[in-house]
Each structure stands twice: as C-alpha cells, then as structure tokens.
Nanobody
C-alpha cells in the first residue's frame, strides 16, 4: 500500500489549497480514508475522514465548514479542499487509509499559512 500526498505549500491567511492523495495497492472503494495533520509541538490529529463508499464524511470542529473531503474510487484519489485557511491550519498533512484494521500513512505534505 502506498499513499502519495501532494498539494501543500505556502498560502496567505484566507486563501485556499487543495490536497490530493493517490493510493496504490488498495481498492479504495472498500477502504475508509482520511486526512490527519500534525502541527509543530502537537500530536497528530484527525482533520477529516470519509467512508469507503464516499457516502459519509466526518470533520473536526476546527475545520467544519471550511474543509471538504472527497474520494474518487475509480481514480483511487483522496482530496481535501481547504478554504478560509488560517495560521492554526499550519501543519504537515497526512493521508491515511485503514485496511483490515491496519492504518497506512503517506509521507505528508506541508501546509504553511502566513498571517
């Protein structure tokens, strides 16, 4: 299983970014996936997750209404549209997939929001 995340970068507060994660080695249609982030000095936290069939999503309170998670099971791609970014969103973002109870992680992509 490999998860390759991309799309991070530097953005001004109030701006937008879109993260993508390409999954190989799994059938994403049967795999719940999500995005986590880890800010400097903090623990990794769940930002958003989506069910295997992409019919239901969860968002943390800190991103609800600003971020949208989506999954293309044909292209095996997970995305995270991030709007109205603020400095508190600065972190390394990780793509995650859960397969038979095992968590798989991508390498992470850095998002830096300047105020």
């Amino acid at each position: 299983v490999q998860l390759q995340a991309s799309g991070g970068g530097l953005v001004q507060a109030g701006g937008s970014l879109r993260l993508s994660c390409k999954a190989t080695g799994i059938v994403s249609a049967i795999t719940p996936m999500g995005w986590y982030r880890q800010a400097p000095g903090k623990q990794r936290e769940l930002v958003a997750s989506i069910t295997s069939g992409a019919d239901s999503a969860y968002y943390s309170d800190s991103v609800k209404g600003r971020f949208t998670i989506s999954k293309d099971n044909i292209r095996r791609t997970l995305s995270l549209q991030m709007n109205s970014l603020n400095a508190e969103d600065t972190a390394v973002y990780y793509c995650n997939a859960v397969l038979r109870g095992t968590h798989f992680w991508g390498r992470g992509t850095l998002v830096t929001v300047s105020s």
